[in-house]
């Protein structure tokens, strides 16, 4: 099943009078399951893309579907339902909700879908314990530390079960042994659970971990690369 | 819900002490209104009653025309009918009759003109505070009797008139037939009331000397009607017009007497209101003034909700809540402050001693004991509510409109 599929995709931007081309004619299939990376250099136009499938932006040209829906023409007030039924976002950094504990912010997403509230505790507790963060429950993002954080993030993406989690250069901000620990979480997640996952990203680490890297440059694709399934490296490590 | 109401509450206290000037302007407007309101409150009632219980009464029976023109010719023979129409309302606590003249009141230094009033001193003592009013200490002593030869005047009177208890005075009235009579008597006592004007005006004799001397017989100027249940007045008076049944009779009300009174309060209550308006201003720009500021500030973080699917709607309502949040703080604190003083207050006055030229002309005492109905405290709250929900419509409507994008770039 195709979870994303995007079809001439084109998005220009107009800041004062002048016109950026940020993407510039993309197609691309992303399928249910798969463990993939945005890649390219700076203002190759990653976050954009992923802006786009997430229904952030418009794209100027072509259509965008998201778990089989068309989603061009979409209402703020659709866009805003269509990712909370289908999406899990982790950004780069500031991602939690300051005034909620963990167990909140993961919760949150359970309490906009209308989920009952034992049932939603109950969900959320569980995700935390399986990101590895049992003990923390309560504390607030500013308790926590930057991986942490990027746990109860990563829990907050996934409690829904969402059609895909979009992930906006999720290692950026941490060191090298935080951020390796965090991708094989998610990598885990991904094996487990079936869940599907898109990165952009810098970090060389994670296109290597990525199981299928496409490469980005001035807003086309410029090689879509299929690798083996990596192993991950959790598999070996006690969590 | 639960949850949105936690955050709106929690969002307050991250900025505490601006959450708390907020609030206590918030508690301050309410205060300040419930104590003003208490004590403009106590004043108009004051003045309003002592009005009352010394000039006018509730209600007063007369002849058509008295009340413009209190001619010797204005005054009528209370009839059984009448007496009976009064003893079977029993919302009427008291009546009683007085006889009313001009005239002057002299003594050996100089003279004044004054309004003599004839009283029942017996009945008199039902239906007004004259008794209270009138000193019992150097001999001074309330009438004894209708036909007494004998006078009060109030103490402002005897000072100018340099007159003390047990001397003698002069009444000159206008007699039935136009003739200029003099009448000597003896100062009973004196009174001073709360109302200046009333003192300055009004001498009282005993009722049935006063139809004596003029030749009245058993004629009076007024019944005058004291009432339990003031709310009632309207009523009491439309059906005591009816009862009564008689076309050269009139029935006033203290309002019907006295519109001036009415109007003051009523102009108090215009000031007042105005006052009101500007402390609702004040909390409206300071509500909005901080949603705005917290707004701006959590700019990343309304793009976060808003990325991971939580809709306009939510947002908004978050908002107004937190809104709701600093309005209900300062609105329990200000109404129990105001309440409390107030309470406090009302039990010995506030003495405005300082005051008390002014506030006699106005009437009402120099002690000033706040009221505040509980449905005024309720009102007051209500829009005070409604004042800090409308103040955040513009910021919960921005919020509610932030781009996710490009809240998402603000760090
Ligand atoms: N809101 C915007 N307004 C104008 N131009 C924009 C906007 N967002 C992105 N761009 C431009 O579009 C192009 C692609 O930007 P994008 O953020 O997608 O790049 P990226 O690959 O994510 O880069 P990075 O690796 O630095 O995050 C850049 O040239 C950028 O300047
Ligand atoms: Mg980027």
Redesign the interface.
């Known amino acids: 099943m195709n979870i994303i599929e995007l079809q001439s995709i084109t998005k220009t931007y107009d800041t004062n009078g002048l016109t950026v081309p940020a993407v510039r004619g993309v197609d691309l299939v992303v399928e249910k399951g798969e463990f993939s990376a945005l890649a390219g250099p700076s203002g190759s136009g990653k976050t954009t893309l992923l802006n786009l499938i997430g229904g952030l932006d418009n794209p100027s040209g072509g259509t965008v579907s998201v778990g089989g829906e068309n989603i061009t023409g979409y209402s703020p007030r659709q866009l805003s339902d269509l990712r909370l039924r289908k999406i899990g976002f982790i950004f780069q950094a500031y991602n939690l909700i300051p005034v909620l504990s963990a167990i909140e912010n993961v919760e949150y997403i359970l309490l906009l879908q209308g989920m009952e509230k034992t049932e939603r505790r109950r969900r959320s507790a569980a995700m935390l314990a399986e990101v590895g963060l049992e003990g923390l429950t309560d504390r607030r993002p500013h308790q926590l530390s930057g991986g942490q954080q990027q746990r109860v993030a990563v829990a907050r993406a996934i409690v829904s079960e969402p059609d895909i989690v979009l992930a906006d250069e999720p290692t950026a901000n941490l060191d090298q042994k935080t951020g390796a620990a965090l991708l094989d979480l998610m990598h885990e997640l991904n094996r487990t659970k079936g869940i599907t996952f898109l990165f952009s990203t810098h970090d060389g680490m994670v296109m290597e971990r990525a199981e299928r890297l496409i490469s980005l440059r001035d807003g086309v694709v410029e090689h879509d690369r299929v690798k083996r399934r990596a192993k991950p490296r959790s598999a070996k490590r006690k969590r | 819900m639960q949850?949105i109401f936690?955050?709106g509450w929690?969002?307050i206290w991250?900025h505490r002490r601006r959450s708390l000037v907020v609030i206590s302007s918030i508690a301050l407007g309410i205060f300040a209104m419930i104590l003003s309101m208490g004590i403009m409150n106590g004043m108009n009632n004051q003045a309003i009653e002592n009005t009352i219980r010394t000039a006018l009464g509730h209600i007063a029976i007369h002849r058509k025309g008295f009340h413009e023109d209190m001619k010797i010719a204005h005054n009528f023979k209370s009839t059984d009918r009448i007496m009976r129409s009064i003893a079977a309302d029993r919302r009427i606590a008291a009546a009683a009759p007085r006889v009313k003249l001009p005239g002057m009141v002299r003594s050996s230094e100089t003279s004044q003109g004054v309004l003599i009033v004839g009283i029942d001193p017996e009945k008199e003592m039902k239906i007004s505070n004259l008794y209270q009013y009138t000193s019992k200490e150097n001999g001074s002593r309330f009438l004894a009797s209708p036909d007494e030869n004998a006078a009060l005047i109030s103490q402002q009177t005897a000072d100018r008139l340099k007159l003390v208890v047990g001397d003698k005075l002069v009444l000159m009235l206008q007699d039935r037939n136009n003739e200029i009579v003099g009448v000597g008597m003896t100062v009973a006592g004196t009174f001073q009331t709360p109302v200046e004007s009333f003192d300055k005006l009004v001498v009282f004799t005993g009722i049935g000397k006063l139809q004596e001397i003029t030749g009245l017989g058993e004629n009076i100027s007024e019944i005058s009607i004291a009432i339990t249940d003031p709310a009632a007045i309207t009523d009491i008076k439309r059906r005591l017009i009816g009862a009564i049944g008689d076309d050269s009779l009139e029935v006033l009300t203290w309002m019907d007497m006295a519109p001036y009174l009415v109007s003051a309060v009523k102009f108090f209550d215009t000031i007042m209101y105005i006052t009101f308006v500007i402390i609702f201003l004040v909390v409206v720009f300071s509500v909005a003034n901080t949603l705005v500021m917290a707004i701006m500030e959590r700019f990343?973080?309304i793009g976060?909700?808003?990325?991971?699917?939580?809709?306009?709607s939510?947002i908004a309502t978050m908002i107004v809540f937190e809104a709701v949040n600093l309005g209900l703080v300062g609105l329990v604190a200000g109404v129990a402050a105001g309440t409390l003083s107030v309470a406090a207050l009302s039990i010995g006055g506030i003495n405005l001693g300082l005051f008390m030229e002014s506030l006699r002309a106005w009437g009402t005492g120099s002690v000033i004991f706040p009221v505040i109905k509980g449905m005024d405290i309720v009102v007051a709250a209500l829009i005070v509510l409604a004042t800090t929900v409308l103040a955040a419509v513009y910021p919960a409507v921005k919020a509610a409109r932030i781009k996710?994008?490009e809240a998402?770039h603000f760090?």
């Open positions: 949850t936690a955050m929690r969002n991250r990343h973080e976060v909700m808003k990325s991971i699917g939580t809709r306009p939510w996710p994008l998402l760090v």
